[in-house]
């Protein structure tokens, strides 16, 4: 028998409560069979010299051979039964495939690699212990998920990856735990925009429309055009440029992931993210995702300066896609979020808190528009101003039929109230009429439930304080003062 170290379920072991398990047992059978009545000869070392008693003894979490932690090494296949020290089952796994490990270079000189023919590994019908798993010839480790797929069921091989690493934290505030972390220094690949007249030195590199150029022979660039193609030996005034790469990809990255849907593919994600809070947690915040961006460089975003964003959606290809982003909630009683979008802090933007430079028949659209979308419901209003601004509704464009248009259905189409300064309606714009009545109206076009001042005349409308274009009312007529 060829021995192989065990794979991970078996280090950091961990009880019910997340606590590294102290006094616990493992043991090590024939694949198939109960390890406790069927063991398997288990070893210290992968020459078989030092045979290891079964069962192995867990300490702080780890299997232990004295009191340091070890590796056991047994056959290929095997089964495993672990328990804690009260005697509670951590896990049990009926057949456990390892394979042979990769041989790691100590000075890290040579990637490290794991191939091989698929072989399937499963886990078992349980969340995996804590630990970091590989498989070998594409997805084969064989697992059931804690939040999205907890219980398993009848067909238990349902969920499958490459690599999985399970965690629990094990600190209390004295440490941000995280499951996988990754730090990134990006300290290279800056390259500068193409100038033309410019004296460009040998290894110098430069973009010019979609693509990134290194200089090869130093010289002066030509007074227009640029360097052009994917070739080598490109010839630009004095300069001789290779390409080396689009403009698109010239970045570097923290952590890159690309997805390709090939026909055939069922439903899809990019990536996805569940976070499930429990019942009685008392965190302080729960956040699915947080981005922080913090631009310390000294320079200031511009309007035409999009270079620095928190978070770009694009939407590329041939076909229309759905939307940029979707907000939507399956919560069958309660409101799923106080509010769909928030945009908070007093300091947020510069410009605007929501800006649209794109082109569409409606820039901000409620209802049903054609596209099978929900009518929805509101109990107050649609759009709701509470702020404190010198306008709370600005439209300056260009508009070929109205500026605002109210064509449902609705008791009022306008209406104001509140403690205005200067006047309810204020028209200062160039144009035929201020204001154009044109409906079907079952009793007036225009009503005024509080009647103006009564004067005689404009005289006496004047000496009340009345200004030229004021409605006054002489008796039952309405008059507007003109002198």
């Not at 629990?168 to 390259?191: A, F, W």
């Not at 620095?308 to 959606?313: E, T």
């Not at 939407?315 to 945009?343: D, E, F, M, R, Y």
Request: with cysteine.
């Amino acid at each position: 028998m060829t021995a192989y170290p065990t794979a991970n379920p078996f280090f950091n072991l961990t009880d019910a409560q997340g606590k590294p398990v102290t006094g616990g047992r493992v043991y090590i059978g024939v694949s198939g069979q109960d390890p406790e009545t069927h063991p398997q000869a288990v070893y210290w070392d992968a020459a078989q010299t030092q045979p290891a008693s079964q069962p192995l003894a867990i300490n702080g979490g780890y299997i232990v051979n004295g009191a340091s932690p070890a590796t056991p090494y047994t056959a290929s296949t095997y089964s495993v039964r672990a328990y804690d020290a009260l005697g509670n089952m951590i896990f049990y796994l009926a057949s456990v495939t390892t394979i042979t490990p990769p041989v790691v270079s100590t000075a890290f000189t040579s990637p490290v690699s794991v191939t091989g023919t698929f072989a399937l590994d499963n886990l078992g019908s349980v969340s995996p212990a804590n630990g970091s798993y590989i498989g070998v010839g594409g997805n084969s480790l064989s697992f059931q998920t804690r939040v999205s797929n907890p219980a398993g069921g009848a067909d238990t091989d349902n969920q499958r990856a490459s690599a999985l690493i399970a965690a629990t934290t094990s600190d209390d505030g004295n440490s941000e735990e995280q499951t996988l972390c990754l730090l990134t220094t990006i300290q290279t690949g800056y390259r500068t925009t193409w100038a033309p007249t410019t004296a460009y030195t040998t290894g110098t590199n430069v973009a010019n429309g979609t693509n990134v150029y290194r200089c090869i022979t130093a010289g002066t660039s030509a007074g227009s055009g640029g360097p052009t193609g994917k070739g080598s030996g490109i010839v630009d005034g004095t300069c001789v440029w290779t390409w080396i790469n689009d403009d698109m990809i010239d970045s570097k990255v923290g952590l890159y992931n690309e997805v390709d849907v090939k026909p055939g593919a069922g439903k899809s994600w990019g990536q996805a993210h569940n976070v499930q809070v429990e019942s009685g947690v008392l965190a302080q915040f729960v956040y699915n995702t947080e981005l922080d961006l913090t631009n310390n460089c000294g320079t200031d975003s511009t309007s035409g300066n999009k270079v620095k964003n928190n978070l770009a959606l694009y939407c590329n290809g041939l076909n229309t896609s759905t939307s940029a982003l979707t907000l939507s909630s399956s919560n069958p009683s309660v409101k799923a979020v106080l509010w769909g979008i928030k945009a908070d802090g007093t300091n947020l933007a510069k410009n605007s808190v929501i800006q649209i430079d794109a082109s569409a028949p409606v820039g901000i659209g409620f209802g049903v528009f054609g596209g099978g979308e929900v009518s929805p419901t509101f109990t107050d209003t649609v759009i709701k101003d509470g702020s404190t601004a010198p306008t709370g509704i600005s439209l300056g464009g260009t508009y070929s039929s109205s500026g605002m248009s109210v064509g449902g259905s609705t008791p009022a189409s306008y209406v104001s109230s509140g403690t205005k300064t200067t006047t309810s309606f204020y028209d200062l714009a160039t144009t035929p009429r201020g204001m154009m009545l044109g409906g079907t109206y079952a009793k007036t076009p225009l009503a005024m439930p509080t009647l103006p001042p009564n004067y005689a005349n404009d005289a006496a409308a004047a000496a009340g304080g009345l200004a030229i274009g004021d409605v006054y009312r002489n008796g039952s007529v309405l008059q507007v003062r003109v002198t």
